[in-house]
């Protein structure tokens, strides 16, 4: 039996209806995919190394030359005897220097905290952070322990080759997202040895990603000691301070050229290539949410 006029007036308006209120709810939702892959984004670069240690550089180049020179030694205050008017000239010193100090306390806080740091310690941390499975030094993961952990977690997720597809939402979309969401930082880490290979293997044995990835590990992993199998190298003589800054330094030329040959290097048929491999992965993975 056909539906009357009025009922048919009905369905019409609700439908139009719910087209607007449905196209609205897919706008909100990829707004707020978008704002949440923008605060994962700003999470990891202001948390990473490069960003953290970048302020403190200066300091930390400065303290590690005067050790190199010797001069750190020697800075030491002779001890003299003092007048009651040096007293005085130097009270009023001292008053003036609190006044200009307490101005300069807010900026000079993670500077001073970098020099009276144990910089072994702190070189034993930066060791930590840019393990060869976190080369990038993102701030997540923030040890070499959660990075393993990070990959074994993509290595065992289900490969079920894509969603079911339903009537309603987008399985696909929601899965690719919640992979790339969860798993953002290994997927760059992906790019990452993709395109040292294409730079060597395709590009030139001289091209400076792979040398710099070479350097970077090798600062890390030699130690700050003599070294018994090489005693023509003299380790122990250069400051662990200049080897903190040098790895830094390392760390921050290996995101940007990671970017140059990512974004500039390759073609624009090429590309495609490397997003696709991505976005077929968090498509055929199965995310432990789902």
């Not at 609700?14 to 196209?23: F, H, S, V």
């Not at 953002?184 to 400076?208: D, N, P």
Request: glycine letters at 4%; charged letters at 30%.
């Amino acid at each position: 039996m056909a539906p009357s006029g009025k009922q048919a007036k009905r369905s019409e308006a609700k439908a139009a209806k719910k087209a607007p209120q449905d196209e609205q709810d897919d706008a909100v939702d990829s707004a707020g995919f978008a704002g949440r892959f923008l605060a994962l984004g700003k999470t990891l670069l202001i948390g990473s190394v490069i960003v953290e240690s970048a302020p403190a550089l200066p300091m930390i180049v400065k303290n590690g030359v005067m050790v190199l020179k010797g001069e750190k030694a020697a800075s030491k205050p002779k001890i003299e005897e003092k007048t009651e008017e040096k007293e005085e000239k130097e009270e009023e010193k001292e008053e003036e220097k609190e006044e200009e100090e307490e101005k300069k306390e807010e900026q000079q806080e993670k500077k001073e905290d970098i020099l009276e740091m144990d910089i072994s310690a702190e070189f034993s941390k930066l060791r930590s952070r840019l393990h060869w499975s976190n080369p990038l030094g993102l701030a997540m993961p923030t040890s070499g322990e959660e990075s393993v952990t990070a990959w074994l977690a993509v290595k065992s997720l289900e490969i079920d080759l894509g969603p079911r597809a339903k009537k309603k939402g987008s399985p696909a979309l929601d899965r690719i997202t919640t992979n790339l969401y969860n798993n953002l930082a290994q997927y760059l880490h992906l790019l990452l040895a993709l395109m040292i290979f294409r730079s060597f293997l395709f590009r030139s044995f001289f091209a400076c990603l792979p040398w710099l990835a070479g350097y970077q590990y090798l600062s890390l992993v030699l130690p700050l000691d003599s070294l018994p199998s090489l005693p023509q190298v003299p380790l122990e003589k250069v400051p662990v301070e200049l080897r903190y800054a040098a790895t830094v330094a390392l760390n921050g030329l290996l995101q940007f050229f990671f970017l140059y040959e990512l974004v500039w290097k390759t073609y624009m048929i090429e590309k495609p290539l490397w997003i696709i491999i991505v976005l077929c992965h968090a498509y055929v993975a199965k995310p432990v949410e789902a």
